[in-house]
């Protein structure tokens, strides 16, 4: 949970945000770069306070509420969160054609084919390309019922530890603003995989706007 708190005019924030696989986000690495004026007339300000006669620890209040609310929400539906989260991961490793295999730490060497370069992506096109419909641009709130990304992934490429390059995530930077909430991070392996990897997630927890790189 986070606590958010108006000093002498200014936002300030300590606390957690957890958001899954992205990382556990901290104190100084989570911000608002909306300034309190601006805050005021952001619509979940206003559709909950009179802002013309609410003061700036009920505007903290409200913003505390909502954005740990927004925490629970993605906990909630954690799965459907991390799996758009890899997919979006697989989606830049196969359309770069990543060799993966080349960090020791998150390659099976024992399930790797002989050419990698042509045998790992290559025959999983179309499947993710059928999964990228299914996930893009829509709510991973539970409203949905989707394919378990995970469990298809680690299937159609066992020889990527997915479970050492989840472990190898380094969470960078969180930003709350008006109905989204945005993550950064990078990989452990010299961003190799993931750089300054970004997106923000609306009130349904949909993905809206990734970058990597």
């Given at each position: 949970?986070?606590?958010i ?10 606390g ?7 990382g ?15 805050i ?13 006669s ?24 954690r799965k459907?969160?991390?799996?758009n ?16 295999w080349?960090?020791d730490?998150?390659?099976?060497k024992?399930?790797?084919p ?39 992934l ?5 020889m ?6 989840i ?11 008006d ?10 392996f ?24």
């Open positions: 949970m986070i606590e708190k108006v000093i002498n005019g200014e936002i300030k924030i300590s957690t945000f957890d958001f899954g696989y992205m556990v986000y901290k104190d100084d690495q989570i911000s608002i770069y909306s300034d309190l004026e601006e005021k007339n952001w619509d979940i300000i206003t559709s909950r306070l009179d802002t013309a609410c003061s700036n620890d009920e505007i903290a209040d409200c913003l505390t509420a909502y954005y740990n609310e927004f925490e629970k929400r993605v906990q909630q539906n459907q969160v991390n799996d989260f890899l997919l979006n991961i697989m989606e830049d490793m196969e359309a770069c054609g990543c060799p993966f080349e960090i730490e998150i390659t099976v024992e399930a790797l002989s050419d990698p370069d042509e045998e790992v992506y290559r025959p999983h096109w179309d499947r993710l390309t059928e999964l990228k419909k299914e996930y893009d641009e829509t709510p991973n709130d539970g409203t949905v019922e989707k394919t378990d990304i995970e469990a298809t680690k299937q159609l490429f066992p990527l530890n997915l479970d050492k390059l472990a190898n995530i380094i969470p960078e930077s969180l930003g709350l603003s109905g989204y909430v945005s993550f950064q991070c990078s990989d452990a010299g961003e190799q995989i993931l750089c300054s990897a970004y997106d923000d997630l609306d009130e349904q927890l949909t993905f809206t706007d990734w970058h990597n790189f």
